[in-house]
C-alpha cells in the first residue's frame, strides 16, 4: 500500500464526528479542509456566550474519554494539552414526581444501597442485568463499533453475535427481564433516548451504554462541552488541518460515480480526491447531491425511513449556587410509556413532560458570573414531521410550563431569581443544522436502521463520497460519532492510498 501523503480530502462540517474523522485524516498526511456553515465549530455542540454565562448547545455527557484521547495519540500528543477533563459523580440523580431520588454512579456499593432503597431484590438482578449489559458491549461497541457495514453479507455475519444477546428485544423489555421495580426499569433504560432512541423499540445492544459509563466514567469537560470541540480544532491545525468557518456548503460536484469538487455559498469552490459529510444525512443527498442521480435516489429511499424525534431546550441563568442539585438530572414525569408513545408514534405536545436538567456549575463554576448558577432543561419531543405547530408561539408557553416544574421540584421562587433564559426548539434544529424533520439524532436507532441498515460509511455508488456523525453506522452520541469517524477514515485512508 502507497502512502496516502500528497492527497486530498473536505470534509463537510465540523461536529464531533468531522472534526475527528479531520483529525485522523490528517495524521495519515492527507491534506485536510473542514468546511462549516455556522460561524462556530461544533454542530449540535455550539454554544452560547450571554449576560456573562456560557451556555453549551449539545452534548453534555462525555463517556469512553479514551476514544477520544485516541485522536491525539495518532501523531504522539496528549489530549491533556488541549482539553481538561472532570469526573461528575453521581453520573445521574433520576427524580420522580412523588420526590424519590435514585443517584446512579459507578461506585458499586452506593449504587447497591440505592438499588436496595426502591427493590431489595434487584440488587441480585442488576448484576445480572450488568453481565448482560457487558456481552453486547463486547460485540456491539468493542468489536463492531468501528467496523464499517459495506454489504449485506458483514451484516449477516455479526448476526448470530447480536441474535444471542437477543437484539430484536427492546432495552426496556431486556431490563424488565432482570429488574422488578418500575423505577429502576426507568432508571436503567432512559439512556437510549440520550441517542434518539425509544427505550420501548430501541434494540437491547444499547445496554452496552452502561458498561460504557461504568468502566470510562461520566466526565464534563473544564469550560464546556465547547472546550473539548475547541480542542479539537486546536489538534487539528497544529497538525496543518485548514478550517473554513461561516461558509455553508451548497454543493458537492459529481463525475460519473466520482465526487470531485466542494462548492459553498460564498462561490468558493475546490477540488479534492475525498470528500465526506458530516452534514445532516438528508440534506447531504437531497441537497449537497441534488444534481446527481445518486443523491435524488437515496434521498428519496431516506424519506420512507423513521428520524428521531427533536428536543426543546431552555437555557436559563440564575441568582444563586445550588450545591444540592447535581450535574446531572432527569425528572421524571408521571407516565413513561404512555409519554414516549405520544412523543414517538402520536405526535402530540403532552401535557406532561420528563426533563433532562443540566447543572454545570455545580462542577465548573466558571460556567456563569460569581454567585449565578447555568442550567439548561431538555425535554423530547416530536420532530416536526409529526409535531406541526408554530414554535414562535408554542415555545414561549412551554417554556415557561418547564420553567414551573422545575421551580416546584428544586427551586421554588425561580422566575424571581432567572437572570436570562432563551429556548432553542425543532424549527432550529431544521433551520440552523439542516437537520430534517428537525430531528435531534437523525435515523431512529432502531435495528431495522442499525449497522448496514443504516447510511454506509462509503457510499455504495458515489465510490468517494464518505458520511460520518449520526446518520451512518454506528449512530448518534459522543462515542458513536466518534466511532464513525475511525470506520470512515480506515476506508478512506486505505482509498486514498
Not at 455504495?460 to 475511525?486: C, E, Q, R
Request: glycine content about 10%.
Amino acid at each position: 500500500m502507497t502512502s496516502p501523503e500528497g492527497r486530498s480530502a473536505c470534509v463537510i462540517g465540523a461536529g464531533f464526528g468531522g472534526l475527528a474523522l479531520a483529525i485522523r485524516l490528517q495524521s495519515a498526511g492527507i491534506a485536510t479542509t473542514v468546511v462549516e456553515g455556522r460561524d462556530k465549530p461544533g454542530g449540535r455542540a455550539y454554544f452560547w456566550q450571554k449576560d456573562g454565562f456560557t451556555f453549551d448547545a449539545g452534548p453534555t455527557v462525555v463517556t469512553d474519554p479514551a476514544c477520544l484521547k485516541e485522536l491525539w495519540e495518532l501523531t504522539g500528543h496528549d489530549m491533556a494539552e488541549d482539553v481538561e477533563l472532570l469526573p461528575v459523580m453521581p453520573f445521574y440523580r433520576l427524580n420522580w414526581p412523588d420526590g424519590t431520588n435514585f443517584d446512579y454512579s459507578n461506585d458499586e456499593a452506593s449504587l447497591h444501597k440505592e438499588i436496595g432503597k426502591l427493590d431489595p431484590a434487584d440488587v441480585q438482578g442488576y448484576e445480572a442485568f450488568l453481565h448482560y449489559a457487558a456481552g453486547v458491549y463486547e460485540e456491539g461497541y468493542v468489536k463492531l463499533g468501528t467496523v464499517p457495514f459495506l454489504n449485506f453479507r458483514s451484516m449477516i455475519k455479526a448476526a448470530p453475535a447480536l441474535m444471542k444477546h437477543q437484539a430484536w428485544r427492546s432495552v426496556y423489555s431486556i431490563v424488565s427481564k432482570f429488574i422488578r421495580n418500575e423505577k429502576l426499569r426507568e432508571a436503567l433504560s432512559f439512556h437510549t433516548l440520550l441517542v434518539g432512541g425509544n427505550p420501548m423499540k430501541t434494540s437491547s445492544i444499547y445496554a452496552l451504554i452502561h458498561k460504557l459509563e461504568k468502566d470510562g466514567g461520566v466526565w464534563w469537560t473544564r469550560g464546556g462541552t465547547n472546550r473539548l470541540i475547541a480542542g479539537m480544532v486546536r489538534h487539528f491545525e497544529r497538525l496543518g488541518g485548514t478550517i473554513r468557518l461561516g461558509d455553508p456548503v451548497i454543493k458537492v460536484e459529481t463525475e460519473g460515480k466520482r465526487a470531485t469538487a466542494v462548492r459553498t455559498q460564498s462561490g468558493w469552490a475546490s477540488r479534492f480526491d475525498a470528500v465526506a459529510s458530516n452534514a445532516d444525512i438528508m440534506h447531504s443527498y437531497r441537497d449537497l447531491l441534488g444534481s446527481s442521480p445518486r443523491g435524488k435516489k437515496y434521498a428519496s429511499g431516506l424519506a420512507r425511513k423513521s428520524f428521531s424525534p427533536s428536543l426543546f431546550v431552555v437555557h436559563f441563568g440564575v441568582e444563586g449556587t445550588w450545591p444540592g442539585i447535581p450535574h446531572h438530572m432527569i425528572l421524571f414525569g408521571p407516565r413513561y410509556k404512555g409519554l414516549l408513545d405520544d412523543i414517538y408514534d402520536r405526535g402530540v405536545l403532552p401535557e406532561d413532560f420528563s426533563i433532562y436538567l443540566h447543572h454545570p456549575t455545580v462542577t465548573d463554576p466558571a460556567m456563569a458570573p460569581k454567585g449565578k448558577s447555568t442550567f439548561y432543561a431538555l425535554v423530547p419531543v416530536a420532530h416536526l414531521g409529526k409535531l406541526s405547530v408554530d414554535w414562535d408561539v408554542v415555545g414561549p408557553q412551554l417554556e415557561k410550563r418547564i420553567l414551573d416544574e422545575v421551580g416546584r421540584r428544586l427551586i421554588p421562587d425561580i422566575h424571581d431569581r432567572i437572570v436570562t433564559s432563551f429556548h432553542y426548539t425543532p424549527s432550529d434544529f431544521s433551520h440552523d443544522l439542516n437537520a430534517h424533520l428537525g430531528s435531534a439524532f437523525s435515523l431512529e436507532p432502531v435495528l431495522t436502521q442499525s449497522a448496514w441498515f443504516r447510511g454506509h460509511n462509503r457510499d455504495d455508488v458515489i465510490k468517494n463520497f464518505y458520511l460520518v456523525g449520526a446518520g451512518t453506522h454506528p449512530g448518534a452520541g459522543i462515542p458513536g460519532v466518534v466511532g464513525s469517524a475511525k470506520a470512515t477514515a480506515g476506508l478512506m485512508i486505505g482509498d486514498l492510498s
